[in-house]
């Protein structure tokens, strides 16, 4: 789940936390008036029947596929608060259950089944959108947005209010100071480079989803869900009768902490959705290709959200340089070379040559035990003489991106 802090909250906060380096242009207020008000449904009725007038329209594409995004944006937002998310220290550690929602008073009660709905309804929008946007072949197509001004009806009541917007999610997220006329300002013009990163990202968390949704982690839910919802439907209801005041740190929340590793063990139960989870990955990888070659090639210099080295971009002090980009793509020709097998990944315990075989990982699994993955027996099935993965590349990105390549790496996709 860590990966959501790349792949949605990160990318997210970095639209809107900045002043522009150049002021806005009039942005696509058609557009916009859905994404302020939140009326996600009406915006996609509108661009859908503006596309069956003309299929070929791909600027109405690419507006019906963010409309969809943050559609669903909203529907992961609104489950948190029906099922009444808890904000405490053992949520700061996921990043999807760590978004602002605020406390609902009466929240119903969830089972696991519901969660794993949550994710799967999550994967639905994501592939819609993806669909969206696949078919839109118009390298000229520009999209400029001011998504620091979306709101999201995260309690479902029908009503917005400030603390239920973008800019204001960001700064109660991670403390920095943001503002309406900050957001107003900042407009980036997506573009055809962005709508391949769109798609990209989408393959990611679709990838992410199928990951979890493939296991069965029911134990973990029954023993420590109440450490994440607020009424969990479990077979040990004093677990949630005696729980800890919010805030507070004793006896038995360190032996939850504890449950909560042990129980990470967790059986394969659709083994099929990994298969899906590492062709979505070898999709992340091909469209990454696909947008900075597209990125590359562009000439103007229009509010951009990713630059090329002769681009500004809307984020102050984000450059990008021609080094930054050659080791992108050399890290991208290297996972898709752990993803198909071609090479592995070392093995950490010492004395052993052989190395980690990530193809067989997804197409051969076995139960997931975080804690002999960690001490290097649960791997031990995967091992096999073979070229292993280059520790320099690893380095160089390090050293290219001044030690920052993960948070690099969540922006660039």
């Known amino acids: 789940m860590r990966l959501f802090v790349c792949s949605l909250l990160l990318v997210l906060s970095l639209l809107f936390s900045f002043t522009p380096l150049v002021?806005?242009?009039?942005p696509s207020s058609d557009i916009e008036e859905y994404l302020?008000?939140?009326?996600?449904?009406?915006g996609e009725a509108a661009f859908t029947a503006k596309l069956q007038e003309n299929n070929n329209d791909d600027l109405t594409r690419f507006k019906l596929g963010v409309v969809q995004l943050m559609g669903a944006t909203q529907r992961l937002t609104q489950s948190l608060y029906r099922y009444g998310v808890q904000q405490n220290f053992v949520t700061q550690f996921f990043p999807i259950l760590r978004l602002p929602v605020p406390i609902n008073p009466k929240p119903e009660p969830v089972t696991y089944q519901d969660t794993r709905n949550v994710l799967q309804n999550?994967?639905?929008?994501?592939?819609?959108?993806k669909n969206t946007l696949e078919p839109i072949k118009d390298n000229q197509v520009k999209l400029p947005l001011r998504l620091g001004l979306t709101r999201l009806d995260i309690n479902g009541d029908g009503k917005l209010v400030e603390d239920e917007s973008f800019w204001k999610t960001f700064s109660l997220l991670t403390g920095i100071p943001a503002s309406e006329k900050?957001?107003?300002?900042l407009a980036i013009a997506f573009d055809a480079g962005d709508v391949i990163w769109l798609r990209g990202y989408c393959n990611l968390l679709s990838a992410i989803a199928q990951i979890v949704l493939a296991y069965d982690e029911s134990k973990l839910f029954d023993a420590t869900a109440h450490l994440i919802f607020a009424q969990p439907k479990t077979p040990y209801p004093f677990l949630v009768e005696g729980r800890s005041p919010s805030g507070s740190f004793d006896f038995d929340i360190i032996t939850d902490i504890v449950a909560f590793v042990h129980l990470m063990n967790f059986p394969v139960a659709e083994p099929e959705r990994l298969t899906t989870?590492?062709?979505n990955l070898r999709t992340v990888t091909a469209l990454s290709r696909q947008s900075w070659d597209l990125i590359l090639a562009e000439t103007d210099n229009d509010r951009e959200w990713l630059p090329n080295p002769q681009q500004k971009g809307v984020i102050p002090n984000a450059v990008v340089t021609k080094p930054m980009i050659d080791e992108w793509l050399n890290f991208l020709n290297e996972t898709d070379a752990l993803l198909t097998g071609q090479k592995l990944v070392p093995l950490w315990r010492k004395r052993e040559v052989r190395g980690i075989n990530l193809n067989k990982v997804f197409t051969q699994p076995q139960t997931f035990d975080l804690v002999l993955w960690v001490q290097g027996t649960a791997p031990a099935p995967y091992l096999e003489l073979g070229k292993l993965t280059d520790t320099n590349t690893w380095l160089r990105l390090l050293e290219v991106f001044r030690g920052q390549f993960f948070q690099f790496a969540a922006w660039f996709n």
Request: hydrophobic share 45%; no cysteine.
């Open 23 to 26: 002021k806005s242009a009039t």
């Open 36 to 42: 302020i008000n939140a009326q996600f449904q009406e």
């Open 122 to 129: 999550l994967l639905n929008d994501l592939t819609q959108v």
């Open 182 to 185: 900050a957001a107003q300002n």
């Open 277 to 279: 989870a590492m062709e």
